[in-house]
């Protein structure tokens, strides 16, 4: 008994407690399943994973699509810019030389240098300048990076996917774990309430025994210790039920105290292990959050190849706004083109960087084979224990006949003077640890048919099981 409930306590011990409220309510294995996944906190947020994930699939998807910029500008100069002949001439290796023209137009219209050159300066710009163009990008060819991006968006949004059946999967599991749970405590319960019950019936029946002189007065004794024992055990199994049931109510979010409605049950056929471990390797979510890793490892692989490749872009701008300056007169107003870029010598380590991308591939592979190694070795364990718990259970039926024959016996002789107190209470103790060995069994079977059922993506089949068992302990 002590090896039971010390077993229960730490499956119970991994939730967090919270106070029961007044009330109760029955509450189907079925039905908890169902609230779990409405309610539970992990589950909605790998549903915004997903959600987060979609919305990045659909913004790599606009790497495709040209890029449009609309610019307005308006600068302030410290002064016009403005060009006369001297500047010009200055600029020129033969300017020296021309100055004279200057000074024989100047003669010619009867006008002074400053005059020449006053006339002669042409404004390019005034000290405000406004400017506004329309221009667009459009990336041809990356090299297979924009591709790339596409495939790593898209193994991301897999990999929140499958991350939530991960989650979903190990929900279903904790749930077979703490649901079946309070039925055992339950059931340990009765087992312990009966021993009381009729441990008391053996104490008064010892007390009449003793005031008539049949017994002695240690024998009576023994009966009263017995008894207080069955009591303190029974207060134990009920605090036991007691934090097994806050458990399940935290993790139903109830705010009433939760009854199951369904009992432990034993089917003498589980699926075929063949069956499981394809099943498995086939469909367990973990595995495809490696295809997913893989797919993105892969996509980064191309992205640091395309940094090797040429890059081709249509590129064009549009003027549309303008000041009336010279300026703007020698600028075109539209323009078109192509352009390509081809890295001849880069310093930013891609040589390392594909090599690294390349060994992130042969990581996740090797982490999924060991994955798989390691799910195999899990699903034959888990069916052994299934199988373990199911000869337990039938084993001990035989055991269970025969407890029960003998407190009958036991009680009777005692009656008799033919057995002693301790007999009796041996008897009664014999009996409540097989029906409670039992009801252990029935529950390791029924949570390593959960595990089974949940890794190879058959827990929607837990169900049938239930209603199609052949046992239901009670």
Do not use: C
């Not at 002074?112 to 060819?141: C, F, H, K, Q």
């Not at 007691?242 to 109510?249: C, D, F, P, T, Y």
């Not at 369904?262 to 367990?284: A, G, V």
């Not at 490749?309 to 539209?334: C, K, M, Q, R």
Request: aromatic share 6%.
């Amino acid at each position: 008994m002590n090896t039971i409930r010390t077993g229960l306590i730490a499956v119970l011990l991994l939730h967090w407690l919270a106070p029961a409220m007044a009330g109760a309510g029955e509450v189907s294995f079925t039905d908890a399943w169902k609230q779990v996944q409405e309610k539970h906190d992990g589950l909605a947020a790998d549903r915004a994973g997903i959600e987060t994930a979609g919305h990045r699939q659909q913004e790599a998807r606009r790497l495709y699509y040209p890029k449009v910029d609309l610019s307005v500008q308006y600068t302030r100069l410290d002064q016009p810019v403005e060009l006369g002949p001297g500047d010009l001439l200055a600029s020129m290796p033969a300017g020296a030389g021309l100055g004279g023209l200057l000074a024989g137009l100047g003669r010619t219209y009867g006008l002074t240098p400053a005059e020449v050159e006053a006339g002669l300066t042409s404004r390019i710009a005034d000290r405000d300048l406004r400017t506004g163009s329309i221009a667009g990008l459009w990336p041809v060819y990356a090299g297979g990076r924009i591709d790339a991006a596409q495939d790593i968006a898209t193994g991301r949004h897999e990999e929140a996917a499958r991350q939530f059946d991960l989650d979903r999967s190990r929900q279903f599991e904790q749930l077979s774990q703490v649901y079946f749970a309070v039925v055992l405590a339950g059931e340990v319960l009765a087992t312990r309430t009966g021993v009381r019950e009729g441990m008391t019936r053996h104490r008064d029946h010892a007390v009449l025994l003793e005031q008539r002189g049949q017994i002695a007065h240690v024998e009576r004794l023994q009966a009263e210790a017995a008894l207080d024992k069955a009591r303190v055990e029974e207060t134990k199994s009920r605090h036991d039920l007691e934090i097994a049931g806050v458990a399940l109510n935290r993790m139903l979010k109830s705010g009433e105290a939760v009854q199951p409605a369904s009992s432990l049950f034993i089917n003498h056929e589980l699926p075929p292990l063949s069956l499981l471990l394809e099943r498995t390797l086939d469909k367990y979510p973990g595995l495809a959050v490696y295809d997913a890793k893989e797919r993105q490892a892969e996509g980064l692989v191309q992205v640091e190849q395309g940094k090797y490749h040429p890059e081709v872009a249509l590129f064009g701008s549009y003027s549309i706004l303008e000041d009336d300056y010279l300026a703007n007169e020698l600028t075109p107003e539209w323009m078109a083109g192509v352009g390509i870029t081809l890295p001849l010598i880069d310093r930013s380590g891609r040589s390392g960087s594909l090599a690294a991308a390349r060994s992130t591939v042969r990581q996740v592979g090797l982490l999924r084979q060991q994955a798989r190694q390691d799910l195999a070795v899990l699903v034959e364990k888990t069916y052994r224990q299934a199988q373990q718990a199911l000869a337990e259970y039938d084993g001990l039926g035989s055991s269970l006949e025969l407890a029960a024959e003998t407190v009958r016996l036991r009680d009777k002789a005692f009656d008799q003077g033919l057995s002693t107190s301790l007999d009796v209470i041996d008897s009664r103790l014999f009996l409540a640890g097989i029906k409670s060995q039992r009801s252990a069994a029935a529950y390791t079977y029924v949570v390593a048919l959960a595990r089974l059922l949940t890794m190879s993506g058959m827990e929607d089949g837990f169900g049938g099981f239930q209603r199609d068992h052949l046992i239901e302990v009670q």
